[in-house]
């Protein structure tokens, strides 16, 4: 296993929820934490636990951001108009690494990220190797033409694990698509609860 691949599931455990919703999730077989205490009773969270927790799932979902990336885009969704909850899952949403991932051209947000950064996609015709770069309404994103029949994309895109949410459309023969418009929470399909809500009162204390 990877080191990536080893962060990535700990996440998982340590949330203790199978946030990319994978047959391979170890939460499916073990629903503890890792270490060697991770079975011990959980205690009640309290409410700042409860906040933290979303956070971190939030975080954890779109491949790990960090901490002083992640503020930036509650501090932009405070300042845009609207819903601020609404707004930072917009922001998250128009990532480039998470369209990719959307789009089935990638098996994990992780892998998108290093599809990214590898120069293996192309934005309305050039090319784009910053997986935080936000896309607009009706930007095409394409695979470069060398990289179409990497054996990864293949598998990606004939994956049954998952759908292409309505707010993006995608050709799977052309391995090209399009961001249509920008998501409200309710069409984001998570396979577990999010709760933007909550990550806005853990930034607002």
């Not at 690494?97 to 120069?119: C, E, S, W």
């Not at 309305?124 to 060398?146: A, C, F, M, T, W």
């Amino acid at each position: 296993m990877t080191k990536r691949a080893e962060s990535k599931y700990k996440i998982n455990r340590r949330l203790g929820v199978n946030l990319w919703g994978r047959a391979k999730s170890p939460v499916a077989k073990r629903e503890y934490g890792p270490g060697q205490h991770g079975q011990r009773r959980k205690q009640k969270p309290t409410d700042f636990g409860v906040q933290l927790m979303a956070k971190q799932k939030l975080k954890g979902y779109y491949g790990n951001i960090g901490e002083k990336q992640f503020r930036k885009y509650y501090e932009e969704a405070v300042r845009r108009k609207g819903d601020t909850s609404e707004n930072l899952i917009e922001l998250l949403e128009r990532r480039l690494d998470a369209v990719v991932y959307r789009m089935k051209l990638a098996m994990t947000p992780f892998a998108a990220r290093q599809f990214i950064n590898h120069g293996h996609i192309t934005v309305n015709g050039q090319r784009v190797n910053i997986p935080s770069y936000l896309v607009r309404d009706d930007d095409v994103i394409e695979v470069k033409e060398k990289s179409k029949q990497l054996v990864a994309v293949l598998d990606a895109a004939q994956s049954g694990e998952r759908d292409v949410p309505e707010y993006i459309e995608v050709d799977h023969r052309q391995m090209k698509g399009r961001f249509l418009r920008a998501p409200k929470l309710s069409d984001v399909p998570y396979p577990v609860q999010m709760e933007p809500n909550l990550v806005v009162e853990f930034y607002s204390r």
